[in-house]
């Protein structure tokens, strides 16, 4: 995490910030996201079924695709001088453009969208998310997202 003066944080606004190593999606992962979520459909935990689909196999979930932002996004966010604590404050979009197959490799590329100081101390920061996959000229996904960082 590169933190940054807070009057430099303009200077961030359009520019990548980075790419995060690549992660593996095996089918533990998402049978261990559908366990915890209840979210049991045949197209991400049965092999056997999901193969006669037009994937040719199982599907991680889009939100275990999206839940994964958080810890890709850690060694490449941007964050104000004298940070506090960052928080997530939601997405203001998010379009899943196609699914992620079991043992694809995936990784997020963040740009910077906007820094936006919302009250004295706390700045909110809005950076374009796209989940890419190995070897795909599609992404699994591209949201914005935001954190609150307070200073």
């Keep these: 995490m590169a933190l940054v003066p807070v009057v430099e944080l303009q200077d961030y606004i359009g520019k990548e ?14 049978n261990q996201f559908a ?5 049991h459909q045949f ?10 689909t037009p994937f040719g196999g199982t599907i991680a979930h889009g939100f275990l695709s999206l839940s994964l932002a958080p810890k890709l996004m850690e060694g490449i966010m941007l964050m104000p001088q004298g940070l506090k604590m ?3 404050y939601g997405l203001d ?3 899943f453009i196609q699914p992620v197959k079991v043992n694809s490799n995936v990784r997020l590329v963040l ?4 820094a936006t100081e919302k009250n004295p101390g706390q700045w909110l920061l809005k950076a374009k998310a796209v989940l890419e996959i ?3 000229a599609k992404p699994a996904y591209i949201a914005e997202m935001l954190t609150l960082c307070f200073v």
């Design 134 to 136: 190995e070897g795909s």
């Design 86 to 88: 960052a928080v997530n």
């Design 35 to 39: 366990e915890c979520t209840g979210d």
């Design 111 to 114: 740009t910077l969208i906007d």
């Design 43 to 52: 197209i991400h935990v049965n092999p056997e079924k999901a193969k006669l």
């Design 93 to 95: 979009s998010v379009r």
């Design 17 to 30: 910030l980075g790419q995060s190593a690549w992660l593996n999606i095996d089918q533990e992962r998402i």
